[in-house]
């Protein structure tokens, strides 16, 4: 466009009224990351289209089908601004109302897990799922209703690896191996792909692999190999690998004069126990910056990061000069202060010297030196418990008197007459109280059996009684065992119970 002549600016794209123009012009503007003027013309093509559609007697629904594209869009804006909450609200109502074209819904979904992260795996996979199809072809992957044809290779590769990432959320690791194998025929120029592998064997606690991985693929592409060395040194500095995350941190030379790189450095080595090492780190980094140019210069703060290093490791001479170049440049109070403290172990002269330029500090004009050093210095104070305080003795004769309250009985207690003492095992369970007595068992013989069985002693007395009977008549075979015990009656059934 620029090669045309083609004005691409806000004002010239509303005189031209073109949809097209607008959208593209937009996206442009996203990849130079100028999120604003990208917003600003996405609206436009939107209220374009809008228009124009409304003119072809276009429905609401069909609308924003039409428009989806450009919605998805705008919601990626506004997720790159951090304008979560609402660029989630717009990729959940393209997914749920299906009002979008395949392409955007696939954009809608990649950038909705995004957001997300972790939270609900399993949702996510699912949605994933509905745009990757099956294949039994193995290491082959391929989307659903040619969708292969209408996403970028980037854009393919961001909905592949979100489906890895889930998967080992979800601890589903063979899955995410045969993905990782499969995009690594797709991708074979990324480095993508070797990070998952990577976290794969990370996942599975094979840390010497996931290590293996990353060091061969960075020295077969070293051009590429600025992230997976940042990796190796993250994943070698976890598993208390400390040299070999110092060795990857050091073969990135572009990151070497920077703070954070040599603060790690720095920790790294001296988790080696190589102070030497740490030092020489803090020095060339001195050394670059005092050779660049750049506006955001960092010396002052290496310097100073170097000179309370040395001061710590006994480098008492290097954190002198060091300290005195943080003076001659900036002359700051705290650089001064540490002057006069590395000075007084090494030229005490010029730490008097150098003394003279701190400004006083108020209240300390009329103590006494000598006899501050004679004292024999603070008492530690464990807590306010330990603290004496003279208390006058108005107020301890206050305190002293206290209110003495009235007690409160119960509703009906006279205090005068009040009875018995109570019990004082109330609280206690019956069984342990003294006052205690168990019941005594029934020592009286007990059927025992299955329903309906009897005792020898009954079985003998009916035995009896049937033989008697014979000799008499029909109306009188009633046995002697009832003749001579009267029938119990109910009620002194339930009273026996109760016993």
């Known amino acids: 466009m620029k090669a045309l002549k083609v004005d691409l600016t806000t004002r010239a794209l509303r005189d031209t009224r073109s949809f097209e123009l607008a959208y593209n012009s937009a996206c442009s503007l996203i990849e130079n990351k100028k999120y604003s003027e990208a917003k600003e013309q996405l609206d436009l093509a939107k209220r374009i289209g809008k228009e124009e559609l409304m ?67 399993a949702d996510s996979l699912k949605k994933l799922d509905r745009l990757i199809g099956t294949t039994t072809a193995p290491n082959q992957l391929h989307l659903v209703e040619n969708l292969d044809y209408k996403l970028s290779p980037w854009q393919k590769e961001a909905l592949y690896s979100a489906r890895v990432l889930l998967l080992l959320h979800a601890n589903k690791t063979e899955q995410a191996h045969e993905l990782v194998r499969g995009l690594l025929g797709m991708f074979p120029d990324s480095v993508f792909p070797v990070l998952l592998q990577a976290a794969v064997h990370v996942k599975e606690k094979k840390i010497h692999k996931a290590e293996d991985v990353l060091s061969q693929y960075a020295e077969k592409r070293p051009e590429n190999s600025k992230g997976l060395l940042l990796a190796l040194a993250q994943i070698a500095a976890n598993a208390n690998h400390f040299q070999l995350a110092a060795d990857s941190l050091s073969r990135i030379p572009d990151i070497q004069h920077m703070p954070a790189t040599v603060a790690t450095l720095v ?39 170097a000179a309370a290093f040395k001061l710590s490791h006994g480098r008492d001479e290097e954190a002198c000069l060091l300290y005195e170049e943080l003076v001659k440049s900036h002359g700051s109070i705290e650089a001064l202060a540490g002057l006069v403290m590395t000075s007084a172990r090494t030229n005490l002269e010029k730490a008097e010297q150098y003394e003279k330029k ?31 305080v003279d208390v006058p003795e108005e107020v301890k004769k206050q305190k002293a008197k206290k209110r003495k309250r009235k007690p409160r009985y119960p509703k009906g207690f006279d205090p005068a007459n009040p009875g018995p003492p109570p019990d004082p095992e109330r609280w206690l369970p019956r069984r342990e109280r003294s006052s205690y007595r168990p019941k005594r068992k029934d020592k009286r013989a007990q059927v025992r059996g299955a329903q309906g069985a009897v005792s020898r002693e009954t079985s003998a007395t009916n035995v009896g009684a049937s033989s008697k009977g014979s000799q008499t008549t029909n109306s009188s075979k009633t046995p002697a065992v009832n003749a001579e015990q009267p029938k119990t009656s109910n009620k002194s059934r339930k009273k026996k119970s109760r016993h």
């Open 55 to 121: 003119v072809e007697d276009y429905g609401e629904a069909d609308i924003e089908y039409e428009l989806a594209p450009v919605s998805a869009q705008l919601a990626y804006v506004q997720q790159l601004q951090g304008q979560s909450q609402e660029a989630m609200q717009t990729y959940v109502n393209m997914i749920n109302g299906q009002s979008a074209d395949l392409s955007s819904l696939a954009v809608a979904t990649t950038n909705l897990i995004s957001i997300k992260g972790t939270k609900d795996t």
């Open 358 to 388: 701190l400004k006083p500090l108020p209240g300390l004009k009329g103590v006494n030196v000598e006899s501050l050093e004679k004292t024999s210095g603070a008492r530690h104070v464990e807590g306010p418990q330990d603290m004496k």
């Open 267 to 305: 920790a790294l080595k001296e988790r080696l126990g190589d102070s030497n090492a740490a030092a020489s780190v803090l020095d060339s980094a001195i050394n670059w910056w005092k050779n660049s140019m750049t506006e955001d210069n960092k010396l002052d703060i290496l310097t100073r990061e």
